[in-house]
């Protein structure tokens, strides 16, 4: 099977064999016989956060397609729900909204699954998956067992985890805990264009169903709903990362260039009555070359000098019409097409502002 034809990208040669599991225990029993052969193998959910080399990939590809969605029991206003690891993840936000659950609302219309979500730790609009995920179930390639892991223990940071970072495995299931909210409100906005597509402000809470239909079409402004109809929907959606540097780096670089504290600035003065003083409460004062913001990959591409549907001489990939900061497919385009425009993007970006951009899809098989 070519892998092209199971990843929203459309690159990629084919693979000795792809298997595709029905159930969580015939994922578990399939997996644990591919291990035990000692052949390569990788797992593919919703493919779209990867790009696979135009030579394929010789192994085995677990396919998780398992779907399903169960409501533990929950704590008051809370609930808990058990996701089957193959359920799209966007299907499982409409499921949300729909029974009034806060929490993922501001993550509608990514696409990919549920269980890929966490080992990327999506993020979008104000919202992460980090702040309601409670546990995945997992089955480790280390041990061979299928067990539970908090979400503690996943090491989850801005789209990264445990699991992306080399620990093995198969997500079966995750867990969320969700909010049900007086009046199906949102959580409060946490991203000023969310809010003003909205007409409210940050922090304002307004019905779940707006925030899902004002993501949806923030998002098919920006060319990131798959949509046959869309061109600039065949990606694997934001390739690269926005770049978390010291403060003092971010100084460096042009007063325009939108920049975001990635926590609480520690060294604003704290006031407390002295009969309530606690030498531990005191923060710590960092120098800006220990504070750390984010910047804006799109800015900085745009203003390295790459435009939007800009692509190489005789290249049939191209920078999305909508949005600089994905790499689309235009029609026939290769692997190594798509692997060198990002090169080309890493090294204007990188000569214009000295940073360099990190790819946020996970690449599989040989690239030159």
């Given at each position: 099977?070519?892998?092209?034809?199971?990843?929203?990208?459309?690159?990629?040669?084919?693979?000795?064999?792809?298997?595709?599991?029905?159930?969580?225990?015939?994922?578990?029993?399939?997996?644990?016989?591919?291990?035990?052969?000692?052949?390569?193998?990788?797992?593919?959910?919703?493919?779209?956060?990867?790009?696979?080399?135009?030579?394929?990939?010789?192994?085995?590809?677990?396919?998780?397609?398992?779907?399903?969605?169960?409501?533990?029991?929950?704590?008051?206003?809370?609930?808990?729900?058990?996701?089957?690891?193959?359920?799209?993840?966007?299907?499982?936000?409409?499921?949300?909204?729909?029974?009034?659950?806060?929490?993922?609302?501001?993550?509608?219309?990514?696409?990919?699954?549920?269980?890929?979500?966490?080992?990327?730790?999506?993020?979008?609009?104000?919202?992460?998956?980090?702040?309601?995920?409670?546990?995945?179930?997992?089955?480790?390639?280390?041990?061979?067992?299928?067990?539970?892991?908090?979400?503690?223990?996943?090491?989850?940071?801005?789209?990264?985890?445990?699991?992306?970072?080399?620990?093995?495995?198969?997500?079966?299931?995750?867990?969320?805990?969700?909010?049900?909210?007086?009046?199906?409100?949102?959580?409060?906005?946490?991203?000023?264009?969310?809010?003003?597509?909205?007409?409210?402000?940050?922090?304002?809470?307004?019905?779940?169903?707006?925030?899902?239909?004002?993501?949806?079409?923030?998002?098919?402004?920006?060319?990131?709903?798959?949509?046959?109809?869309?061109?600039?929907?065949?990606?694997?959606?934001?390739?690269?990362?926005?770049?978390?540097?010291?403060?003092?780096?971010?100084?460096?670089?042009?007063?325009?260039?939108?920049?975001?504290?990635?926590?609480?600035?520690?060294?604003?003065?704290?006031?407390?009555?002295l009969d309530t003083f606690d030498p531990a409460d005191v923060p710590v004062i960092r120098s800006a070359a220990d504070?750390?913001?984010?910047?804006?990959?799109?800015?900085?591409?745009?203003?390295?000098?790459?435009?939007?549907?800009?692509?190489?001489?005789?290249?049939?990939?191209?920078v999305s019409g909508k949005h600089t900061l994905a790499i689309v497919n235009t029609g026939a385009a290769t692997a190594?097409?798509?692997?060198?425009?990002?090169?080309?993007i890493q090294s204007r970006v990188l000569s214009t502002f000295g940073v360099i951009l990190a790819p946020e899809p996970?690449?599989?098989?040989?690239?030159?």
């Amino acid at each position: 099977m070519q892998l092209r034809d199971l990843t929203t990208l459309r690159v990629g040669g084919p693979a000795d064999e792809v298997l595709a599991p029905a159930d969580e225990a015939s994922l578990v029993a399939a997996t644990l016989e591919v291990w035990a052969s000692g052949e390569d193998w990788f797992v593919l959910g919703g493919g779209s956060n990867v790009v696979v080399s135009d030579e394929g990939f010789a192994g085995t590809v677990i396919r998780v397609v398992t779907r399903g969605i169960e409501a533990l029991p929950g704590n008051g206003n809370a609930v808990r729900l058990r996701v089957q690891a193959g359920e799209p993840w966007d299907a499982l936000v409409q499921f949300a909204v729909e029974n009034g659950l806060a929490g993922l609302e501001a993550l509608s219309g990514i696409p990919g699954s549920s269980g890929a979500a966490p080992i990327q730790n999506i993020g979008a609009y104000g919202q992460e998956i980090a702040s309601h995920l409670v546990a995945v179930h997992f089955l480790d390639y280390v041990t061979g067992e299928l067990g539970r892991v908090e979400a503690s223990a996943l090491d989850l940071h801005y789209r990264s985890s445990a699991i992306k970072n080399g620990r093995r495995g198969v997500v079966v299931a995750i867990e969320l805990e969700l909010a049900r909210t007086p009046g199906g409100l949102s959580e409060p906005i946490g991203y000023s264009q969310l809010a003003l597509a909205l007409g409210r402000s940050v922090g304002d809470r307004v019905p779940l169903a707006d925030v899902r239909s004002a993501v949806l079409a923030l998002r098919a402004s920006k060319g990131m709903l798959l949509d046959d109809a869309d061109p600039d929907s065949v990606s694997a959606g934001s390739f690269f990362t926005n770049p978390i540097v010291s403060e003092r780096f971010a100084g460096t670089l042009p007063l325009d260039a939108p920049r975001w504290p990635v926590s609480p600035d520690s060294s604003t003065p704290m006031v407390r009555p002295l009969d309530t003083f606690d030498p531990a409460d005191v923060p710590v004062i960092r120098s800006a070359a220990d504070r750390r913001v984010k910047l804006s990959a799109a800015w900085l591409i745009e203003h390295s000098g790459v435009t939007r549907g800009f692509r190489l001489p005789g290249s049939r990939a191209a920078v999305s019409g909508k949005h600089t900061l994905a790499i689309v497919n235009t029609g026939a385009a290769t692997a190594t097409e798509i692997a060198e425009l990002a090169r080309f993007i890493q090294s204007r970006v990188l000569s214009t502002f000295g940073v360099i951009l990190a790819p946020e899809p996970v690449f599989v098989g040989a690239f030159e």
